[in-house]
């Protein structure tokens, strides 16, 4: 799958459930104090590496980003595991 224009697809990284207090256990999709999650750059759209260059840090994949929980749509690709959408705007920080 081939991101276009200012889109970058990503495969969430799930985290491990965690306790909070009164021992209760929440996932991440449960757990409302979460504001940015995790991904995997996948591809990156033509559009979104011009926009970059001259920029410190560079989008490439393989790269982990931090992204906006509300952020993006989700995709099934052919081997139905579920991708994320997003715009260049939505990323918050790139672990480099």
């Keep these: 799958m081939q991101a276009l224009n200012f889109h ?11 306790k909070v207090a009164g021992g209760l256990q929440l996932s991440q999709e449960l757990d409302k104090e979460l504001r940015y999650l995790t991904g995997k750059v996948v591809s990156v ?16 994949i ?11 749509h989700e995709v099934r690709w052919t081997d139905d ?3 994320k959408v ?6 918050v920080a790139i672990e480099k």
Aim: without cysteine.
């Design 8 to 18: 970058i697809v990503i495969d969430p990284i799930k985290k491990k459930e965690h």
């Design 45 to 60: 759209g033509g559009r979104v590496i011009k926009e970059m260059q001259g920029e410190p840090v560079q989008i490439e």
């Design 62 to 72: 393989g790269d982990i980003i931090h992204y906006d929980r509300h952020a993006g």
């Design 81 to 83: 595991q579920p991708l």
């Design 86 to 91: 997003l715009k260049l705007g939505d990323l």
